[in-house]
């Protein structure tokens, strides 16, 4: 699976999309010495009985952070709110030794919508094909970005 990666390109002082794999992620990540590596990654038609499961969201939590080898500080936090359907749903934060993981999973279109954000490197493609096939995603979208 390769991503999209958003790239701040300072020289030209503009952004541009490649697509790479995690191996060439990585090695960008580290050459330019960023700061942060960020992936949102969105699913779509997700097990509707998987997002509204509060245990379940906790386990997926503990699994990918043990999947990107990130280092979880406190437990999370999983609230379920939403002032109206289209937005109502378990929203989630937890912070790693070196950042954060966050998400939200909507009811109403059965939709995920995560983000890993982090200073150490971890592979963008592994976590977002994990987080399909966690909560049985139908597809998965994502994109990658360098924080310098």
Same mark, same amino acid.
């Given at each position: 699976?390769?991503?999209?990666?958003?790239?701040? &390109?300072?020289?030209?002082?503009?952004?541009?999309?490649?697509?790479? &794999?995690?191996?060439?992620?990585?090695?960008?990540?580290?050459?330019?010495?960023?700061?942060?590596?960020?992936?949102?990654?969105?699913?779509?038609?997700?097990?509707? #009985?998987?997002?509204?499961?509060?245990?379940?969201?906790?386990?997926?939590?503990?699994?990918?952070?043990?999947?990107?080898?990130?280092?979880?500080?406190?437990?999370?936090?999983?609230?379920?709110?939403?002032?109206? *359907?289209?937005?109502?749903?378990?929203?989630?934060?937890?912070?790693?030794?070196?950042?954060?993981?966050?998400?939200?999973?909507? &009811?109403?279109? &059965?939709? #995920?919508?995560?983000?890993?954000?982090?200073?150490?490197?971890?592979?963008?493609?592994?976590? #977002? *094909?994990?987080?399909?096939?966690?909560?049985?995603?139908?597809?998965?979208?994502?994109?990658?970005?360098?924080?310098?």
């Amino acid at each position: 699976m390769a991503s999209k990666v958003m790239t701040n &390109n300072v020289a030209a002082s503009n952004v541009m999309a490649e697509t790479v &794999n995690d191996a060439e992620i990585v090695a960008q990540f580290k050459q330019r010495g960023c700061w942060g590596l960020y992936t949102s990654v969105d699913l779509k038609g997700c097990d509707p #009985a998987s997002i509204r499961d509060a245990e379940k969201i906790h386990r997926f939590i503990v699994e990918l952070c043990d999947l990107i080898d990130m280092k979880r500080f406190g437990e999370p936090q999983i609230v379920h709110f939403g002032p109206c *359907e289209r937005v109502a749903g378990f929203s989630m934060t937890q912070l790693i030794e070196t950042s954060l993981v966050s998400g939200h999973f909507a &009811n109403e279109t &059965n939709a #995920a919508y995560l983000d890993i954000f982090s200073c150490k490197e971890y592979e963008p493609s592994r976590a #977002a *094909e994990f987080c399909k096939d966690f909560f049985g995603a139908e597809s998965v979208t994502y994109q990658v970005l360098f924080r310098d």
